[in-house]
């Protein structure tokens, strides 16, 4: 993650760290959930989950498997709905997610 950006109170917050933990469907060899920390310029976690609803390969290249869906996300007991994206080297993809 590159940027990004907490709504809070009226103030928009910058996304100071971030920590992505994904659960993999390896039958699929894709994703299949997400777990995201968000640390803000306040020190606040701000904790997101989302679930794969659908998703789709996309390759582009031939040394690296992509995945793109869509999630189910929740945050502080609000829902909304959103792309997940992965990016696979053929590596990751024989090591961990051939069964």
């Excluded at 959103?82 to 090591?95: H, I, N």
């Amino acid at each position: 993650m590159n940027r990004g950006w907490v709504w809070k109170d009226g103030q928009l917050l910058t996304v100071q760290q971030a920590r992505i933990e994904t659960d993999w469907d390896t039958a699929n060899r894709r994703q299949a959930a997400h777990r995201v920390v968000a640390i803000d310029e306040t020190g606040a976690e701000h904790v997101l989950h989302g679930e794969l609803r659908a998703a789709a390969p996309w390759h582009t290249w031939s040394n690296v498997h992509m995945s793109v869906g869509l999630a189910r996300w929740e945050c502080a007991g609000r829902v909304g709905h959103g792309d997940s994206q992965v990016a696979m080297w053929t590596d990751f993809v024989r090591a961990a997610l051939t069964p």
